[in-house]
């Protein structure tokens, strides 16, 4: 069971650290992403990073100012964000799948936690 956390009120312009933990398996054997969903949206790509922390992948609307990474001793990944907008506002949830990234498509994982709501105030 993966389980989101991190999430809150923030100025535009500040910063947050969201955490993806894994009560069920060793998460260390698996690809993970990051997903939002706006109110209204369908539920978009925000970063993915594989197994061993080597490759990343952000969403252009997030490149330099997310970092994802992972520390599989402790069994979590992270979503750092910082310069957050108005528009990064939404329900962050993380996801698993058994092999590499794949396209970034959300149906690619198999597994999901529950979502962590950011809101981020202008």
């Known amino acids: 069971q993966l389980q989101a956390s991190g999430g809150g009120l923030v100025q535009a312009g500040g910063s947050l650290r969201l955490s993806c933990a894994d009560s069920?398996?060793?998460?260390?054997?698996?690809?993970v992403g990051w997903f939002r969903q706006a109110p209204g949206k369908e539920r978009e790509f925000v970063a993915a990073i594989n197994w061993s922390g080597v490759i990343t992948r952000y969403a252009d609307s997030v490149k330099g100012r997310f970092t994802i990474s992972r520390d599989n001793a402790k069994n979590t990944v992270y979503l750092q964000m910082n310069s957050l907008k108005p528009e990064d506002t939404a329900v962050y949830y993380c996801a698993a799948r058994p092999y590499g990234l794949g396209n970034n498509m959300p149906y690619e994982y198999d597994k999901w936690g529950q979502g962590t709501q950011v809101t981020v105030s202008s």
């Open positions: 069920g398996r060793t998460l260390g054997s698996y690809a």
